[in-house]
């Protein structure tokens, strides 16, 4: 998935959100730009060997929602 316009990428995301809640405890995300971009980072990075990253930010801002989802894409297991 190539990464353009962030409108055109909503979409796919709340489908693939929607896919993810049917296999997995429900999450509801709102994808404002900067989480578009962050989450984008975050599966890119997954994709690699051995590729791993240190979310840091206060509680409750979203680092395990998103690194979740972000496994999901690459079909990664979490735990």
């Known amino acids: 998935m190539k990464l353009g316009n962030v409108d ?6 709340q489908d693939l959100l929607t896919f993810y809640n049917i296999n997995n405890t429900p999450m ?3 994808f404002f730009e900067d989480c ?3 989450l984008a ?3 890119r990075i997954l994709r690699q060997q051995r590729g791993n990253a240190m979310l840091v ?3 409750g ?5 998103m690194a979740m ?3 999901s894409f690459n079909k990664i297991t979490t735990f």
């Open 8 to 13: 055109d990428l909503r979409p796919k995301l």
């Open 28 to 30: 509801d995300l709102v």
């Open 36 to 38: 578009v971009q962050h």
């Open 41 to 43: 980072r975050i599966a």
């Open 57 to 59: 930010g206060v509680g």
């Open 61 to 65: 801002s979203g680092r395990r929602s």
């Open 69 to 71: 989802f972000g496994a």
